[in-house]
């Protein structure tokens, strides 16, 4: 009966991280189709946006969707030590930083602890030992332990080596998503001279509804407005700028080369970090779906009403299906223009919705072509 039951939980699991239904028995059309991204991207000139565009997207984003970043945070490191000088088959260096980091709403900055109480967050780094010169930076967050992105014995919390590797959730994440859910191709990475880092959201606020919101309140005292108090989205987002301001002191690593990564829920927060900090270089996003690249209105897949029901504690309260005139998220791809992003996207993943992710990068053409810079590439939503 047990193993049955464990089965049972395993499958529920899985689809509830995936929408299986629509993820597996439907097919997204090559041809997307549904009105023009509202409102348009309309300014005279690049200065304009600077001075008013930007100003009003960032602030109908925060108000609407993601609530407000803190007005100030500060960062430190606490902790270093180099975890293997010989990793990955002689190929990278394994270091690890405890990160302190503190959000302030108002005069009182609030420090981040982790699940067991310690200050601040553990950020795990791969260095590429033949580096030509400064390392550029994949900057991940994933839905897996640190020791399982990063899978090496000396990580902090990593099981012994004869012990069985890998929790229940990230048994489910590669189950469903395959082998590089969790942890990417690294020795294919450091070849290309890139190094990696890593921190496990979940150490920053956790994912889950009642300790999650529960860690937001904390982080945002001093915050009055429950209706726009900031989600764990914006509070991930909020993470890779912690992690830039330690990298970045790093003569090492590219400090103007640091790319943005993550799939899915984390997904949506390296786009929405790259909105709010300029020092992101770039942002591969993965299935970003509802909250990240995909239009909120005229939609596929995951509505806004379903995944605020589902996720109460990513967005701010005021995202909800009566509240979504006057933006879209086609503005956070502006944002970020004219820095480079990849929306990935699959066939059969409506959940996620690739058409408005495409309608919404479509729309970020007026941007780039102010900047005189070439919008999605000529194939249609194949090349994107």
Same mark, same amino acid.
Not at 287 to 314: C, F, M, P, R
């Given at each position: ?18 929408? $299986? ?122 839905? $897996? ?36 859910? $969790? ?111 995909? /239009? ?87 090349? /994107?």
């Amino acid at each position: 009966m047990m193993p049955l039951l464990r089965s049972l939980a395993f499958i529920g699991a899985a689809a509830s991280l995936t929408g $299986c239904v629509e993820a597996t028995l439907a097919w997204t059309s090559m041809k997307p189709r549904g009105p023009a991204a509202s409102p348009a991207l309309v300014y005279a000139n690049v200065g304009e946006w600077e001075s008013k565009g930007a100003a009003e997207a960032r602030e109908a984003l925060q108000s609407n969707v993601y609530g407000y970043f803190p007005e100030a945070s500060q960062s430190s490191i606490l902790e270093r030590r180099v975890v293997n000088p010989d990793a990955f088959n002689g190929k990278g260096v394994v270091e690890e930083y405890r990160v302190g980091a503190s959000a302030g709403f108002g005069d009182k900055p609030v420090a981040v602890t982790d699940g067991a109480g310690a200050d601040g967050f553990i950020l795990n780094i791969v260095l590429p030992k033949k580096a030509a010169g400064p390392a550029p930076v994949i900057l991940m967050e994933t839905f $897996c332990p640190r020791w399982d992105t990063i899978p090496d014995p000396g990580v902090s919390g990593a099981p012994a080596p004869d012990e069985k590797r890998g929790g229940m959730m990230t048994n489910i994440a590669t189950f469903v998503f395959g082998r590089y859910i $969790c942890s990417p191709p690294i020795e294919t990475i450091l070849d290309a001279g890139y190094a990696v880092a890593s921190i496990f959201p979940s150490e920053i606020v956790p994912d889950s509804d009642a300790e999650g919101l529960a860690a937001l309140r904390r982080l945002s005292e001093g915050y009055a407005d429950d209706e726009t108090r900031w989600g764990a989205i914006a509070a991930w987002a909020w993470g890779f700028s912690r992690v830039i301001d330690v990298l970045e002191q790093d003569e090492r690593l590219d400090k103007n080369a640091m790319i943005a990564f993550g799939h899915s829920r984390y997904a949506k927060a390296a786009l929405a970090a790259a909105a709010f900090d300029p020092r992101i270089d770039g942002v591969i996003a993965h299935q970003s779906g509802t909250g990240g690249a995909s /239009l909120n209105v005229d939609k596929k897949g995951e509505s806004v009403k379903g995944i605020t029901k589902t996720y109460a504690h990513w967005f701010a309260r005021n995202y909800a299906e009566d509240n979504l005139d006057g933006y879209d998220q086609h503005m956070l791809l502006a944002l970020i223009a004219p820095r480079p992003i990849l929306l990935g996207n699959a066939r059969r993943d409506v959940w996620s919705d690739p058409n408005g992710a495409f309608r919404a990068a479509m729309a970020r053409r007026p941007r780039l072509r102010a900047l005189r810079r070439q919008g999605p590439r000529p194939g249609g939503s194949q090349a /994107l």
